[in-house]
């Protein structure tokens, strides 16, 4: 699916409110998710993917190939330089083995993931913005019927340019039919934050407790959480105080 059908934001958004800084910023009006990690426990399976490449090419593994990969839309062209091989394969045998993991419930959505996404859901519209690939992402939206929260998806083939890149937020934005500046990101990877943070979404960051944002990535994000249940708490807040008549000044 080009994603699902856009919804335009409903009436009662307000058009300003004020950030933690206090600085002026625009009525919120879209929630985009990132999926691996932020409503999946999918990262952990993904790793043991590519590490396994990485093992069967003879490369060793290290937190800093993880670091290259975790959350980045290029990551099977780095695994291709450093293991060796054609990224596009690398790719396809990793969706498989992915795919697989999702049938035998080795991927789970996160604690706290639902109730993210269905209070978004409940507010506003809400799109998917995801590095992992289209035919992964689709047995997800399946298998845990995200859909029923979803008014639009951004997939990775669908950009020239991959997270840390701006382009699939900006899509995402494009979708819901908002500016950017209206929509509210929730990453948990260094490079999401950086690629929300430059199509101009504001960030909610859930911090990758196993790969965790480099503190100079973590720092762009206008709002923090370090579990999914603050996450549910810092967004009822964001979203609710924006629907009030005048919003915030």
Same mark, same amino acid.
Request: one cysteine or more; hydrophobic letters at 45%.
């Given at each position: 699916m080009e994603g699902v059908r856009p919804t335009a934001p409903g009436p009662n958004v307000a058009t300003a409110m004020t950030g933690l800084s206090g600085e002026v910023l625009?009525?919120?009006?879209?929630?985009?998710?990132? +999926?691996?990690?932020?409503? +999946? @426990? #999918?990262g952990p399976v993904w790793v043991e993917c590519w590490r396994e490449h990485c093992e069967r090419a003879g490369r060793p593994w290290s937190p800093e190939v993880a670091s290259r990969c975790v959350g980045s839309g290029q990551w099977s062209e780095h695994l291709a330089d450093w293991c060796g091989g054609d990224a596009a394969q690398l790719e396809a045998s990793c969706t498989d083995y992915m795919v697989v993991a999702l049938a035998e419930g080795r991927v789970e959505p996160l604690d706290g993931a639902l109730e993210l996404i269905a209070t978004a859901a409940d507010r506003v519209p809400v799109a998917l913005a995801s590095a992992a690939p289209r035919r992964f992402v689709d047995a997800a939206v399946a298998a845990f019927e995200l859909g029923r929260f979803l008014q639009a998806i951004a997939y990775a083939d669908e950009v020239t340019h991959g997270k840390? &890149?701006?382009?699939?937020? !900006? /899509?995402? &934005? *494009? /979708?819901?039919? !908002?500016?950017?500046? *209206?929509? $509210? @990101?929730? %990453?948990?990877?260094? #490079?999401?934050? +950086?690629?929300a943070y430059r199509a101009g979404l504001q960030v909610l960051a859930v911090p990758n407790r196993a790969h965790p944002p480099?503190? %100079? @990535? +973590?720092?762009? @994000?206008?709002?923090?959480?370090?579990?999914? #249940?603050?996450? $549910?708490?810092? !967004?009822i807040d964001l979203l609710d105080r924006t629907a009030e008549p005048g919003g915030l000044t």
């Open positions: 625009p009525g919120i009006g879209g929630v985009v998710f990132d +999926l691996d990690d932020t409503l +999946l @426990a #999918s840390p &890149a701006p382009d699939i937020y !900006l /899509r995402a &934005a *494009r /979708r819901l039919q !908002l500016p950017p500046g *209206r929509c $509210v @990101a929730v %990453e948990d990877s260094g #490079s999401g934050i +950086l690629a480099a503190p %100079e @990535a +973590l720092q762009l @994000a206008a709002h923090r959480a370090d579990t999914g #249940s603050v996450a $549910v708490k810092i !967004l």
